[in-house]
C-alpha cells in the first residue's frame, strides 16, 4: 500500500514562493508516477505536475510552467513542488497523487492513491 503524506503548505503574497513536500512509500521505484493535484473552491480537482520516479520525465499544466518545478529525492523517497511567482489563483488545496503509470495519472487523473491534501493560499 502506498502512503502519501504531505507538507510545505501555507500563505504567501502574490510572486512568493513556496515547496510542498510530499513523503511516499510503498511505490515502485523507476516505474510509478508521484504527481500533484489541486482543487480550489467550487471547482474540480486538476493536474499540476507529474513526474515518474526515478526518471526525468516529468509534466506540467500549461499554467505553470516556468513558474513550478516538480522534483525528487530518491534517499528521501520524497517529491517536492517548487513553487515561484505564485499567483492568487494558484490558491487551493494541494494533493500527491500516485499511480502505476503516468500516462493513467495525468492524463485521466487515476490515482491509485490520494494524500490528504495541504492548503496554498496566495494572497494579492
Known amino acids: 500500500q502506498v502512503q502519501l503524506v504531505e507538507s510545505g503548505g501555507g500563505s504567501v503574497q502574490a510572486g512568493g514562493s513556496l515547496r510542498l513536500s510530499c513523503a511516499a512509500s510503498?511505490?515502485?521505484?523507476?516505474?510509478?508516477?508521484l504527481g500533484w493535484f489541486r482543487q480550489a473552491p467550487g471547482k474540480e480537482r486538476d493536474r499540476v505536475a507529474a513526474?515518474?520516479?526515478?526518471?526525468?520525465?516529468?509534466a506540467y499544466v500549461d499554467s505553470v510552467k516556468g513558474r513550478f518545478t516538480i522534483s525528487q529525492d530518491n534517499t528521501k523517497n520524497t517529491v517536492y513542488l517548487q513553487m515561484n511567482s505564485l499567483k492568487p489563483e494558484d490558491t487551493a488545496m494541494y494533493y500527491c497523487?500516485?499511480?502505476?503509470?503516468?500516462?493513467?495519472?495525468?492524463?485521466?487523473?487515476?490515482?491509485?492513491?490520494w494524500g490528504q491534501g495541504t492548503q496554498v493560499t496566495v494572497s494579492s
Open positions: 497523487a500516485w499511480g502505476p503509470r503516468i500516462s493513467s495519472l495525468w492524463n485521466r487523473g487515476e490515482a491509485a492513491n
Open positions: 513526474i515518474v520516479t526515478g526518471s526525468e520525465i516529468t
Open positions: 510503498g511505490y515502485r521505484y523507476g516505474s510509478d508516477a
